[in-house]
């Protein structure tokens, strides 16, 4: 069963940058089949695409988010990696890694992790 | 991008009654290819990511109750939960996948028991 965990800081002080890493289990991130993405959620702004990857490193990101993100994969250690700069409070979220196969939407999502962005 | 607009944002159904969801769509997601929409509903419960229902506007979700059920074409589609359950208090979400660079989704319909 494919299972999708988030990990990292739960508070970031604004204009730091924020770093999430999400492993993956009982599936290979190197598939051919799937994209891996990230995708938050606010009170404010409801559920939110933020980029997607595939194993190869080929990336592509929100436009309105494009010029923050960097979205990178480790395929030894069947990871990929969220960073998101320059955070203000707009940026507090619930933070998910979802999985998407190449013509699909999204069908497994991690259990997600809060990030609260404060001094 | 396109804009998922749902409606109603918040609706109360009694035990065993219908309950409809509409999704509106800012521009078609029916691709000429395959002609299949690609539009996509989530079930999100307190505290859990969203799970996926429906998707292909229309296809459920492998052990999904066939209570579920989605419809439409084009612009305008429809999440119907035929007999609503208990267990089905959650807020839906629908979901376009049409746009290959900017994936959105709608505000929600909170679905409650009256």
């Known amino acids: 069963q494919l299972q999708l965990q988030e990990s990292g800081p739960g508070l970031v002080k604004p204009s730091e940058t924020l770093s999430l890493t999400c492993t993956v289990s009982?599936?290979?991130?190197?598939?051919?089949?799937?994209?891996w993405g990230w995708i938050r959620q606010s009170p404010g702004k409801g559920l939110e695409w933020i980029g997607t990857m595939y194993y190869s490193g080929y990336t592509y990101y929100n436009p309105s988010l494009k010029s923050r993100v960097t979205i990178s994969v480790d395929t030894s250690k069947n990871q990929f990696s969220l960073k998101l700069s320059s955070v203000t409070a707009a940026d507090t979220a619930v933070y998910y890694c979802?999985?998407?196969?190449?013509?699909?939407?999204?069908?497994?999502w991690g259990q997600g992790t809060l990030v609260t962005v404060s001094s | 991008d396109i804009v998922m607009t749902q409606s109603p944002d918040s609706l109360a159904v009694s035990l065993g009654e219908r309950a409809t969801i509409n999704c509106k769509s800012s521009q078609s997601v029916l691709h000429s290819s395959n002609n299949k929409n690609y539009l996509a509903w989530y079930q999100q419960k307190p505290g859990q990511p969203p799970k996926v229902l429906i998707y292909w506007a229309s296809t459920r979700e492998s052990g999904v109750p066939d209570r579920f059920s989605g419809s439409g074409s084009g612009t305008d589609f429809t999440l119907t939960i035929s007999s609503l359950q208990a267990e089905d208090v959650a807020i839906y979400y629908c979901h376009q996948y049409y746009s290959t660079l900017t994936w959105t989704f709608g505000q929600g319909t909170k679905v409650e028991i009256k």
């Open positions: 009982g599936g290979s991130i190197s598939s051919s089949s799937y994209y």
């Open positions: 979802v999985r998407r196969p190449r013509d699909g939407c999204f069908d497994y």
